[in-house]
């Protein structure tokens, strides 16, 4: 027999999403993700970016890569098993490997309770070590977010600014050593001064390779500052995947040139500084069997309107587009 060894930490494999919305009997289906597919590596560290307007999957998918949701149809391993199949050892593992980070950190953090008590729990729980040991662990995740643990002591969740209870709950998933960071918005609600420092944070946890983190936003100026890879995503599905530097300055699908032409901007350098706001958004399911970007497509010819199309893969991209189809 041969010995499977793999280094793959979490393998998405052409998960959908769909929602019943509106009524169990007479209500109608929403795909909210449609058919993704991803993959961290254990060997390699990487930053990836998911972008696209609101409501295009983003919050869903990476729910399900925490196994807060589970898909429709498709698979999510870690370390080849099931993410939803895992015996108790095997879970405390992935939550151990796997950590979130949520768009607000208030939410992170139990009002009534002093932020070091969660700390220590955390510490106890995920790992083995004793009570004597655990302010040095606790120490050591803290100096990475450059905070002061004595500073933290004794006090509650709203006694901390945003920007720093997010530096905080950044520590706390740092404390079980994660091999991936699942990051909703981390940045979104903190003060634009503490906004780069907290992602100058995540670029140096990938560098010293301690982890991957999966990145989501809005801002595709900070996906471009941060990320190795990004996805874009509309209406559940992947439309455009690579390396961030070529999909942000030489966009191939139409849906990631208008996200990036929506920001008109007189000084390039500045172009990318505003969130993704696109006007005329339809928030009903376009049920229509072609390209769902078809619709909105300047580029759109027959075809786009009647099939789906294919994963295009170009050297280290994919595009999800009739254009690049010869
Ligand atoms: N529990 C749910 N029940 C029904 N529909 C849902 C549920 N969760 C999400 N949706 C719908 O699924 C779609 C995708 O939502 P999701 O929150 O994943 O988008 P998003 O890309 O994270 O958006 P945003 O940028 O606003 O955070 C939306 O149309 C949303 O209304
Ligand atoms: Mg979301």
């Not at 019943?20 to 993959?39: H, M, P």
């Not at 139990?110 to 220590?120: A, G, H, I, T």
């Not at 106890?124 to 120490?139: A, C, G, H, P, Q």
Request: proline fraction near 4%; hydrophobic fraction near 35%.
């Amino acid at each position: 027999m041969r010995a499977v060894s793999s280094n793959i930490l979490l393998d998405v494999s052409n998960v959908t999403k769909i929602f019943k919305i509106g009524g169990i009997y007479f209500g109608e289906k929403l795909t909210a993700v449609d058919n993704i597919s991803l993959k961290f590596m254990d060997d390699k560290k990487i930053i990836l970016s998911i972008v696209g307007e609101s409501g295009s999957g983003k919050s869903t998918l990476a729910k399900m890569i925490l196994g807060i949701e589970k898909p429709t149809s498709g698979s999510i391993l870690y370390r080849g098993k099931d993410i939803f199949k895992l015996n108790k050892k095997e879970r405390k593992d992935f939550r151990k490997d796997v950590q979130p980070i949520f768009q607000n950190p208030y939410e992170s953090f139990n009002p009534l309770r002093k932020v070091d008590e969660y700390l220590y729990s955390t510490a106890l729980s995920y790992l083995e070590v004793d009570r004597s040991s655990l302010e040095k662990v606790i120490e050591e995740s803290f100096s990475i977010v450059g905070l002061d643990f004595e500073r933290v002591k004794g006090k509650y969740p709203h006694e901390f600014s945003g920007g720093e209870l997010q530096r905080v709950a950044i520590a706390r998933a740092l404390i079980t050593k994660p091999h991936l960071l699942i990051a909703d918005e981390p940045v979104s609600m903190v003060d634009a001064t503490l906004r780069m420092s907290i992602l100058n944070i995540f670029s140096e946890l990938k560098e010293k390779l301690y982890s991957s983190i999966m990145y989501i936003t809005h801002d595709l100026s900070t996906a471009y500052y941060i990320s190795d890879y990004i996805m874009v995503m509309y209406r559940g599905s992947m439309v455009e995947y690579g390396n961030t530097r070529e999909v942000l300055e030489e966009p191939l699908h139409p849906y990631t040139k208008i996200l990036l032409e929506s920001i008109p901007k007189p000084n390039p350098k500045l172009r990318w500084r505003e969130e993704i706001k696109l006007s005329g958004l339809e928030v009903k399911e376009f049920e229509a069997l072609g390209c769902k970007f078809s619709n909105r497509c300047a580029n759109a010819t027959e075809k786009c309107f009647k099939e789906r199309p294919p994963e295009i893969v170009l050297n280290e991209r994919k595009v999800c587009c009739w254009l690049y189809s010869h």
